[in-house]
């Protein structure tokens, strides 16, 4: 996790040190495709009771989800955080 305002962030993956875009202004699934952060690629980390966070991304303003339960691929499409919705924040 990069901090890249007060709660904005990037996130990087580990597997290809590519920036997670939220593709298509949040309208596709998000993929770790990227080698700068801009505002696809850029989420508000909201805090949540229980150590857990919603990522809303500033694309579109949508919170990513867990689609069914986690069997689809992560989209930022919801406006409100539901199980769905929320992660938890796991300090590696």
Known sequence: VRVVGSNRIALRSAANQRFVCAE???AQPLVANRD??????????????????ALRSVANGQLVCA????????????????????????PL
């Open 36 to 53: 700068r952060v801009g505002p696809w690629e850029t989420f508000t980390l909201e805090y949540l009771p229980g150590n857990r966070v």
């Open 67 to 90: 689609e069914d339960a986690g069997t689809r691929p992560l989209k930022a499409n919801r406006t409100q955080a539901g199980p769905w919705e929320s992660f938890e924040f796991v």
């Open 24 to 26: 298509n202004a949040g």
